[in-house]
């Protein structure tokens, strides 16, 4: 993919990542009727694909069940393991152990 074009010749976003991309750049594209779950609204739909994306999608389209179970797995694992983290409180720290008060101590 060129790094830089004209931006006339930029006329779609790629529906994985969000990039501008030109005609001569969509790789894949999806079209037909869609429903969203959420607001029970429906309609057409056209989504166009970057070439990353696109062998991106066609990879996730071919993954076996068993192989997406266990990578959602470690995925919320991982997401759990990151808010532990996140929200750990942290340790209290001594007087003792910084290094400005250091020489103080020395000298009492």
């Known amino acids: 993919m060129p790094e830089v074009m004209e931006v006339d010749d ?3 976003v790629c529906a994985g990542c969000g990039i501008a991309i030109s ?3 969509i790789s894949g594209e999806v079209y037909g009727q869609y429903i969203e779950y959420m607001t029970h609204g429906r309609g057409e739909a056209n989504f166009v694909y970057c070439p990353d994306c696109w062998e991106s999608l066609k990879e996730n389209l ?3 069940i068993r192989i997406a179970i266990d990578r959602r797995r470690r995925i919320i694992e991982d997401d759990e393991k990151q808010r532990r983290d996140t929200y750990r ?3 209290k ?3 003792r152990h910084l290094g400005v008060n250091r020489m103080e101590e020395e000298e009492s």
């Open 23 to 25: 005609n001569l750049e």
């Open 93 to 95: 720290e001594t007087t």
């Open 89 to 91: 409180e942290p340790e």
């Open 10 to 12: 930029l006329r779609w």
């Open 62 to 64: 071919g993954t076996d």
